[in-house]
């Protein structure tokens, strides 16, 4: 397991092909990466700044990828996210699962991300051409949360 | 008993402070104390602590309720819902 939590770049292709290397039982290896667009809510963003709680923050992400780790059958992990100032194209977060059969690694990316999105103690303040703002909670990440929740509820195991 | 309490983005910039360290009668308290605490400043606080107002919590960097146990010595953290990814 890998979780970084820094201001400088990440290389996606490296930090997958590090996921299955010298790994002979990893049969997939699935990724996410986030990046900064230049426009939300329909204003144009020139620079997005990503605070967050030292403290808690790698414990948090620890925590959630323990939960992932529960739930499927991983072999490894990697969390990197960025904090401090960033500009449109910048990449800001990746997810990277490494299982033995692709079910599984998609299911625990998606997962992972979910919950970093609701539980990780980040916050995002863009900078628009009117001033800067923070970047509101959406009820929607604690839809898709939840449905993780709902779905443990049922399954049996 | 003293708190160490955090306020982090939005509310770090709406209350004008990163951290203060609260002094609570006795040895136990819930994370519901000090937020009534902080609401009896009056505005901003009152406001950003209202009923309605969907802060987030943290006791010793774990997410938290107002019904979470704190205790002398312990890190508070109040903050806005989270927005990474």
């Known amino acids: 397991m890998k979780i970084l939590v820094q201001e400088t770049d990440f290389d996606p292709g490296a930090e997958i092909a590090a996921l299955h290397a010298g790994q002979p039982r990893v049969g997939a290896v699935t990724s996410f990466v986030g990046l900064v667009r230049d426009v939300n809510e329909g204003d144009a ?17 620890r925590g959630i990828v323990d939960e992932a780790m529960g739930r499927w059958s991983l072999l490894d992990v990697t969390v990197i996210h960025r904090v401090g100032l960033l500009n449109p194209l910048d990449r800001i977060v990746f997810v990277g699962v490494a299982s033995g059969h692709r079910g599984e690694a998609f299911a625990a990316c998606e997962f992972i991300m979910d919950f970093l999105k609701t539980r990780a103690p980040f916050w995002k303040k863009e900078g628009t051409p009117q001033g800067d703002r923070w970047v509101e909670a959406r009820a929607t990440d604690d839809e898709v949360a939840e449905r993780w929740q709902q779905s443990s509820k049922k399954d049996p195991a | 008993m003293k708190v160490k309490v955090l306020y982090f983005a939005r509310l770090r910039e709406k209350f004008g402070v990163e951290s203060e360290v609260l002094d609570l009668p006795g040895e136990h308290a819930y994370v519901a104390a000090i937020v009534d605490m902080l609401r009896k400043r009056g505005d901003p606080w009152a406001k950003e602590l209202g009923l309605d107002a969907g802060y987030r919590m943290a006791v010793n960097q774990t997410l938290a309720g107002l019904v979470t146990p704190v205790q002398n010595g312990d890190e508070v953290a109040i903050f806005p819902p989270v927005t990474g990814g």
Request: charged fraction near 20%.
């Open chain 1, 45 to 61: 963003i020139n620079t997005l700044t990503l605070e967050h709680y030292p403290a808690m923050t790698e414990k948090s992400l």
